[in-house]
């Protein structure tokens, strides 16, 4: 069942009772998945409360306690300025005093608990480097100016934005920049009217053709998500350490586009 069961409404308490129907299976223990970029934890503690509880559940009608407890992930990161993300000198202190708090309670040991904190270890060390081509300056209904600013990428390589509104800032990359901000709108090369990177941001008025922007924050979710929309090869992807690069996943190819061709 996509996205796990339900502990109010009993499909989870009925799933344990079906595995328990097949002796070759063994349950180890309980999973939660309660969302994703969350930035407090106060969810990440109700879940916990909640997986003890079925813990103890179990034991009270098994007279067996499960060994593993996985909390999950979901944990934020900070895609724009501003946004606060969950240090995770902060993640484990705090799970386990809860997890700590709910065992004793129910008078159960405590399990082995792990989490999954994916986004939040890859989503910030990467970034995605696009170049500037074709601007435009279009006069809104109101009479306010946009820049629109195209780049040679978009929602082939980060459909993020486009699928479901994920937001993400940009600053000039190859030069720095006093001129007067702009009110702007980063835009990929693709054949679609929602192909948007960022939809609102102030941008130096003298980025032209040829200057590169860095997107920060395109670790997770960017190159899994990729595509060949549109018959656009896939950017690169290098890594950075101590001030070497090297390619760890090459360009993509015209060739490489059609090798799956008969």
């Not at 407890?69 to 724009?80: N, Q, S």
């Not at 696009?130 to 209904?141: A, C, H, Q, S």
């Not at 699928?163 to 940009?170: E, P, S, V, W």
Request: glycine share 8%.
């Amino acid at each position: 069942m996509k996205f796990g069961f339900s502990i109010a409404s009993g499909a989870a308490w009925n799933a344990i009772l079906e595995v328990r129907k097949y002796p070759e299976l063994e349950l180890r223990g309980f999973h939660s998945h309660i969302g994703s970029q969350i930035l407090n934890m106060d969810s990440f503690e109700i879940a916990a409360d909640r997986l003890i509880g079925l813990l103890a559940k179990f034991r009270d009608e098994f007279s067996a306690q499960l060994p593993e407890l996985d909390l999950g992930g979901g944990y934020g990161i900070a895609y724009l300025p501003g946004d606060v993300e969950l240090e995770a000198s902060e993640v484990l202190p705090a799970l386990y005093a809860q997890v700590k708090k709910a065992c004793e309670s129910a008078k159960l040991d405590i399990p082995k608990v792990s989490i999954e904190p994916g986004r939040a270890i890859v989503g910030p060390t990467m970034f995605t480097l696009y170049e500037v081509g074709t601007i435009k300056d279009v006069t809104l209904e109101s009479g306010k100016i946009r820049r629109y600013i195209s780049v040679d990428g978009g929602m082939s390589d980060n459909i993020r934005p486009s699928l479901y509104g994920a937001k993400y800032t940009t600053s000039l990359a190859n030069r720095s920049s006093s001129a007067p901000l702009v009110d702007s709108r980063l835009v990929g090369k693709h054949c679609e009217t929602g192909d948007i990177v960022i939809r609102d941001i102030e941008l130096p008025s003298d980025i032209a053709p040829g200057d590169l922007l860095a997107v920060p924050a395109t670790g997770a979710y960017g190159r899994s998500m990729a595509s060949n929309y549109n018959h656009i090869p896939r950017p690169p992807v290098i890594a950075v350490k101590d001030g070497k690069a090297r390619v760890i996943l090459r360009r993509e190819t015209e060739a490489d586009l059609l090798n799956l061709d008969i």
